[in-house]
T-cell receptor
Framework: EAGVTQFPSHSVIEKGQTVTLRCDPI?????LYWYRRVMGKEIKFLLH????????ESGMPNNRFLAERTGGTYSTLKVQPAELEDSGVYFC??????????????FGPGTRLTVL | GQQLNQSPQSMFIQEGEDVSMNCTSS?????WLWYKQDPGEGPVLLIA?????ELTSNGRLTAQFGITRKDSFLNISASIPSDVGIYFC???????????FGTGTRLQVFP
């Protein structure tokens, strides 16, 4: 069974440009999460989808970030316009069952975003 | 916001040695998790803890959920070169899937 996949693996853009990250969860997983790790810091939660609905978007930094999950399958995270502080590794995770943090979240390899 | 204090930040040990790392929080967690991240990969779940006081093993790994629900430790016995990586603790609160991560412990194992 394929794991969580993310595309691209790396992206280098200039400040002010737009970048779109994609995540394909494990097939059949209704729950999809985005996290971000800024260099040397903790991995921080961004948001949680249940199917196509945003269950929790409390971690989204600001309105330059837009996450979508049309059709409840893959998800995209768009950053527009990108700022220097957006640099980091963006992880996507998926899980089968919702609620109470008891179901394993499987992480993708991440997209390393560098904003120059 | 919520914060997990993870220590140590990094460890350099010799193959065969035992390792211990821990996380503390000012908040009470419902679940404690330990993940490992290999270079170029995403975090992989090692051990999940669901009850205060719970002690769980997974091969050479042992982790405990603190009685106060505010801390956890991970021990690795008889380390081997493939133990190299970054270890993260993570916690979650009741009725939420959102994981709160520690800052990670970078482990290096020398032969």
């Amino acid at each position: 069974e394929a794991g969580v996949t993310q595309f691209p693996s790396h992206s280098v853009i200039e400040k002010g440009q737009t970048v779109t990250l994609r995540c394909d969860p494990i097939s059949g997983h209704d729950n999809l999460y985005w996290y971000r790790r800024v260099m040397g810091k903790e991995i921080k939660f961004l948001l949680h989808f249940v199917k196509e609905s945003k269950q929790d978007e409390s971690g989204m930094p600001n309105n330059r970030f837009l996450a979508e999950r049309t059709g409840g399958t893959y998800s995209t995270l768009k950053v527009q316009p990108a700022e220097l502080e957006d640099s980091g590794v963006y992880f996507c995770a998926s899980s089968l069952l919702p609620g109470q943090g008891t179901d394993t979240q499987y992480f993708g390899p991440g997209t390393r975003l560098t904003v120059l | 916001g919520q914060q997990l204090n993870q220590s140590p930040q990094s460890m350099f040990i010799q193959e065969g040695e035992d390792v211990s790392m821990n996380c503390t929080s000012s908040s009470i967690f419902n679940t404690w998790l330990w993940y490992k991240q290999d270079p170029g990969e995403g975090p992989v779940l090692l051990i999940a803890l669901y009850k205060a006081g719970e002690l769980t093993s997974n091969g050479r790994l042992t982790a405990q959920f603190g009685i106060t629900r505010k801390d956890s430790f991970l021990n690795i016995s008889a380390s081997i070169p493939s133990d190299v990586g970054i270890y993260f603790c993570a916690g979650s609160f009741l009725n939420t899937d959102k994981l709160i991560f520690g800052t990670g412990t970078r482990l290096q194992v020398f032969p």
